[in-house]
């Protein structure tokens, strides 16, 4: 079956520094999201992403944040300036009709800021 | 904005025993989603329903649409299935993004 694939699974970085999380979804989904997790706590919708611009974006996802379709199978997650905060687990998902169908996630990157 | 609340926030059980898991939310939506997060950490779509009933094996989800409230039932539940189970409901529109319940972590012992 296939499946949504994300990598690295751990990152660890300097605060401060540029981050890229890079995601493939499944090849024929449309519709593309970034959710969160910080230890401990819920998981928290960070944006979506459809027909190659964002859709919707939560408070969480300001301007140190991005999001790009480079090609036709890459989705990547930018944080330009990473804070001590930004540390937790992004899990990428994607679908192929938006709110009509189940979501399929990746295994998530943990990113560790020090 | 749509408040998603689960209970309990955790369960143990011994092995064989019917699980219920519930979950209720504060504005109407049109399905709610039940996730199944890995003690690794990945997350599983389980079901999506938007009214009555969904069977996948042991696992049973319910909706009542009325009250705003969905349940997720494990039979003859088995240590692997020792997870956390999350329910999740569209924030709004048609984009599908969703807002998480804390969810339930449930350990099964043999």
């Known amino acids: 079956e296939p499946e949504v694939t994300q990598t690295p699974s751990h990152q660890v970085t300097q605060m401060g520094q540029e981050v890229i999380l890079r995601c493939v979804p499944i090849?024929?989904?449309?519709?593309f999201y970034w959710y969160r997790q910080i230890l401990g706590q819920k998981v928290e919708f960070l944006v979506s992403?459809?027909?190659?611009?964002?859709?919707?974006k939560s408070e969480i996802f300001d301007d140190q944040f991005s999001v790009e379709r480079p090609d036709g199978s890459n989705f990547t997650l930018k944080i330009r300036s990473t804070k001590l905060e930004d540390s937790a687990m992004y899990f990428c998902?994607?679908?192929?009709?938006?709110?009509?169908?189940?979501?399929?996630f990746g295994d998530g990157t943990r990113l560790s800021i020090l | 904005k749509n408040e998603v609340e689960q209970s309990p926030q955790n369960l143990t059980a011994q092995e064989g025993e019917f699980i219920t898991i519930n979950c209720s939310y504060s504005?109407?939506?049109?399905?709610l989603h039940w996730l199944q997060q890995h003690p690794g950490g990945g997350i599983v779509s389980l079901f999506m329903?938007?009214?009555g009933k969904k069977k996948h094996g042991r696992l049973i989800a319910t909706i009542n649409i009325q009250e705003k409230h969905s349940s997720l039932h494990i039979t003859a539940s088995h240590p692997r299935d020792s997870a956390v189970y999350i329910c999740?409901?569209?924030?709004?529109?048609?984009?599908?993004?969703?807002?998480f319940g804390k969810g339930t972590k449930l350990s099964v012992k043999p």
């Open positions: 998902a994607s679908n192929l009709q938006g709110n009509n169908q189940p979501q399929h």
């Open positions: 090849s024929n989904h449309l519709y």
């Open positions: 992403f459809y027909n190659n611009e964002i859709s919707e």
């Open positions: 504005v109407g939506i049109s399905a």
């Open positions: 329903l938007s009214s």
């Open positions: 999740a409901v569209p924030i709004g529109g048609s984009q599908g993004n969703l807002i």
